[in-house]
């Protein structure tokens, strides 16, 4: 789902892209669109993911200082964001602060948390988890990262 690649750690104006492992936001389409647009105004600083998607991967958690190209629904790298806060914690564990900062207008945890299960639970990620009857719980383990917009296209 992710490229990972090593980083060099300076990247000029009008750099290319193709060297950076990449930030999928959802799946493309409708959603995908919505919060690459919000994180290009800068609504969104933070995003949430499973730790179970990278371990089925093999791949290595995100850390703070990584710089990752943002992609569109048609696969475009469009911006490049830093990130500089990566937290592992329970999914009953996430907080307000996190929630907001998803910039999809959540003004509680229970209604982040009811729009990520109910991503979590929909067919095209238990396809891609490669398990049809995959749920969460309150110790599901969720990835928090905060970012910031480093440059866009």
């Given at each position: 789902?992710?490229?990972?690649?090593?980083?060099?750690?300076?990247?000029?104006?009008?750099?290319?892209?193709?060297?950076?492992?990449?930030?999928?936001?959802?799946?493309?389409?409708?959603?995908?669109?919505?919060?690459?647009?919000?994180?290009?105004s800068?609504?969104?600083?933070?995003?949430?993911?499973?730790?179970?998607?990278?371990?089925?991967?093999?791949?290595?958690?995100?850390?703070?200082?990584?710089?990752?190209?943002?992609?569109?629904?048609?696969?475009?790298?469009?911006?490049?964001?830093?990130?500089?806060?990566?937290?592992?914690?329970?999914?009953?564990?996430?907080?307000?602060?996190?929630?907001?900062?998803?910039?999809?207008?959540?003004?509680?945890?229970?209604?982040?948390?009811t729009?990520h299960?109910e991503?979590?639970?929909?067919?095209?990620?238990?396809?891609?988890?490669?398990?049809?009857?995959?749920?969460?719980?309150?110790?599901?383990?969720?990835?928090?990262?905060?970012?910031?917009?480093?440059?866009?296209?």
């Open positions: 789902m992710r490229e990972q690649r090593d980083l060099p750690s300076q990247y000029p104006a009008g750099m290319k892209l193709d060297g950076l492992s990449l930030m999928e936001f959802g799946f493309p389409g409708p959603l995908r669109d919505r919060l690459v647009a919000a994180a290009l800068g609504a969104k600083t933070s995003t949430s993911g499973l730790v179970l998607e990278y371990d089925r991967e093999g791949e290595p958690l995100p850390r703070v200082g990584e710089r990752l190209a943002v992609v569109d629904s048609g696969e475009r790298r469009v911006a490049v964001i830093e990130l500089t806060e990566v937290r592992t914690v329970r999914l009953a564990d996430v907080d307000l602060q996190h929630a907001l900062d998803e910039g999809e207008g959540y003004d509680s945890v229970a209604g982040w948390r729009a299960e991503f979590w639970h929909s067919a095209e990620m238990r396809a891609e988890l490669g398990d049809p009857d995959f749920v969460v719980d309150d110790d599901t383990l969720v990835l928090a990262q905060r970012f910031r917009l480093v440059h866009t296209v």
